[in-house]
């Protein structure tokens, strides 16, 4: 069963400071998204990562791929509190069109 | 132009009542599917659809039932409903062998 771990699942930081986000999953796939939700928000697409050594870059966000480590980070740069919402990476299952769903990692920056 | 569309926005109702929730899209996607997320934040696939075919019914109660029409239209109704079934919910779409999937704005559901 493909499983996606995300951590931390929260994480509150400093305006200015570096972290990054990481997400583990439990089978081979070369396809991964990240999704950013808003308090009371939709989901909306951040990153789509199609291969190994993928890199996508948004402002201060930065997301990889590993694929033979079944890893993705997100890097936060300098981070401002617009950033601040939850962020979730899916994985490709490679059946059945479905997207398996880390549980998501609550990201607060204060001013 | 709205992309991913659900109606209603939000819907308040007593235990025991019927209720359905539409979502309509317009990019001409063939896969779409209904999330549950709770009030932690989790996001529970419940039911695909490819060109108006289920093809993901996770463990859901029988008492949720998906209707596709069309391929751009995938409505939940939901008989008999509990207090446990508050959350949003949310409708997505897909192009096969495409990549990422397309929210709608969700339906907050509370049942009273």
């Known amino acids: 069963e493909l499983k996606v771990e995300q951590n931390p699942l929260f994480l509150s930081m400093q305006e200015g400071k570096n972290y990054t986000i990481y997400c583990n999953y439990s089978?081979?796939?070369?396809?991964l998204y990240w999704y950013r939700q808003d308090p009371g928000k939709s989901l909306e697409s951040l990153f789509v990562?199609?291969?190994n050594g993928a890199v996508k870059q948004e402002g201060r966000l930065m997301a990889s791929l590993d694929t033979k480590a079944r890893l993705s980070t997100l890097h936060i740069t300098a981070a401002v509190h617009d950033l601040s919402a939850t962020y979730f990476c899916?994985?490709?299952?490679?059946?059945?069109?479905?997207?398996?769903w880390g549980a998501g990692t609550k990201l607060i920056i204060k001013p | 132009d709205t992309a991913v569309s659900q109606t209603p926005k939000y819907l308040v109702t007593q235990m025991g009542n019927d209720k359905s929730i539409k979502c309509e899209q317009n990019?001409?996607?063939?896969?779409m599917y209904w999330y549950k997320q709770d009030s932690k934040k989790f996001l529970k696939i419940m039911f695909s659809?490819?060109?108006?075919?289920?093809?993901i019914n996770e463990t859901v109660p029988n008492r949720f039932s998906p209707k596709s029409p069309d391929k751009a239209h995938l409505n939940l109704h939901i008989n008999s409903l509990e207090l446990g079934d508050s959350a949003v919910y949310f409708c997505?779409?897909?192009?096969?062998?495409?990549?990422?999937?397309?929210f709608g704005p969700g339906t907050r559901l509370t049942v009273t």
């Open positions: 990019l001409g996607h063939d896969t």
């Open positions: 089978t081979t796939s070369d396809r």
């Open positions: 990562l199609l291969s």
């Open positions: 997505a779409s897909r192009r096969t062998g495409g990549h990422e999937q397309y």
């Open positions: 899916a994985v490709d299952s490679d059946s059945n069109y479905q997207l398996i």
């Open positions: 659809y490819n060109n108006k075919e289920l093809i």
